[in-house]
């Protein structure tokens, strides 16, 4: 269809839904927010538009030097060699065979886009006599070129090439601005990588050229819908966001109150969903802290994790259950028969009784919680008094090689 005979019938159409009165607009399906872009304007400004669009500024197809020596290999001229590559393309999509119809098309590309970049090079293409390609001749060319884009688009789009898809209908529309089958396959193609804007853009420049288009319309109450999941999603995530930033705050509050000093490492642990939180209400202020803690054995190297140690339980709730340990063979951990202590924030050690909550030990002021996370020796009372010893004298000479 030529440009004046879209014309005429976009004036037709238009002219029919004025007299159909604002009723009728009532009854149709919602547009994209980008077809108010195009309200009012004539299809030359919209096919203007069109090519002011980024998606559609593409060449044509390039390595038009090797699709020229392959196109010798074929009997006729080029129009033909792409005619019969487009239909035998066409065949091959009827049956589904969407990759062998790509490949059809492609070659068909190859020839008509190495004539098409010669004239754009200011070459003067010639039939196999040796004359001038007329007028005539490089219009059916560039009709069947376009058509060749625009299917292997469709092939691109049944094979999920989402990209490759909107470059063809690009480049389709390159040649007539005035495709709708591209608009449709480039605007799906967008849709399905979560492009909204592009997708509803292109759609909404397609409907301008064909408002009654029923692919287009449908696709339209797609866009419409993606875009209100999307946003729901962001909305959902800002108020997650919102939500976790209060509550961060609410938690530097209570450390605050309760006088407990905090650090915060280059690299702190990974505790998966293990964190420092309000409990039972991470939005309620009066809540009580809860820790993730590390019970660390240094004479035997091993380490138990607690995911949350309320500050208002004791040693003893948790060792009673931790105890007897697995690997402890001789029996050694009991809860008579050992000493817990936590690092001061000078590099000493405090005695941690077993039976004090753990909110006294912290609101001494003392004890640092280093990346949310309390940490515990625990030794055995036998060996407690050397290690103690041992630490002290590692802390001192560390502090004497920084100084």
Not at 18 to 40: I, M, R, V, Y
Not at 60 to 75: H, K, M, V
Not at 180 to 189: E, G, L, N
Request: charged fraction near 35%; hydrophobic fraction near 35%.
């Amino acid at each position: 269809m030529s440009i004046e005979e879209l014309t005429e019938q976009m004036a037709k159409a238009m002219e029919a839904a004025e007299a159909s009165g604002q009723n009728a607009d009532a009854t149709k399906p919602s547009l994209p927010p980008g077809h108010a872009l195009q309200a009012g304007k004539t299809v030359d400004e919209v096919l203007a538009d069109l090519n002011k669009s980024p998606l559609f500024m593409t060449e044509l197809e390039e390595n038009d030097d090797i699709a020229a020596l392959q196109a010798l290999n074929y009997e006729g001229t080029p129009l033909e060699n792409g005619t019969d590559f487009k239909e035998r393309g066409n065949e091959c999509f009827r049956a589904r065979m969407f990759a062998d119809a790509k490949e059809f098309y492609t070659k068909g590309v190859q020839i008509l886009a190495a004539e098409e970049r010669k004239r754009q090079n200011g070459e003067v293409t010639k039939n196999p006599e040796g004359e001038p390609d007329s007028e005539e001749e490089i219009a059916k060319q560039r009709g069947v070129l376009e058509g060749l884009y625009v299917n292997r688009a469709a092939c691109h789009l049944e094979l999920r090439n989402y990209r490759s898809c909107w470059t063809d209908c690009a480049a389709a529309l390159r040649l007539n601005p005035a495709n709708v089958k591209a608009c449709y396959r480039s605007a799906r193609a967008l849709l399905a990588v979560g492009r909204i804007e592009e997708a509803d853009d292109v759609c909404a420049r397609g409907l301008a050229l064909d408002g009654e288009n029923k692919a287009l319309r449908g696709l339209a109450d797609e866009i419409i819908s993606k875009a209100k999941e999307r946003d729901a999603r962001r909305r959902k995530e800002a108020e997650r966001e919102a939500r976790e930033k209060r509550r961060a705050l609410l938690r530097k509050a209570a450390l605050k109150a309760r006088g407990i000093p905090t650090r915060t490492t280059e690299k702190p642990p990974e505790m998966e969903d293990a964190a420092l939180a309000l409990v039972p209400d991470p939005d309620d202020p009066r809540s009580t802290l809860s820790f993730p803690t590390v019970l660390l054995y240094p004479a035997h190297l091993e380490t138990d994790f607690i995911k949350g140690f309320n500050e208002m339980q004791t040693l003893e709730d948790h060792l009673s259950y931790v105890f007897p340990l697995p690997w402890d063979k001789e029996g050694t951990y009991t809860m008579a028969g050992t000493e817990c202590y936590v690092e001061t924030r000078e590099g000493g050690l405090l005695k941690m009784g077993k039976r004090v909550p753990l909110l006294k030990i912290l609101s001494t002021g003392k004890v640092e919680v280093v990346d949310e996370v309390v940490r515990i020796f625990v030794l055995p009372k036998a060996e407690a008094e050397a290690w103690v010893k041992k630490f002290k004298e590692q802390k001192a000479a560390v502090r004497g090689k920084s100084s």
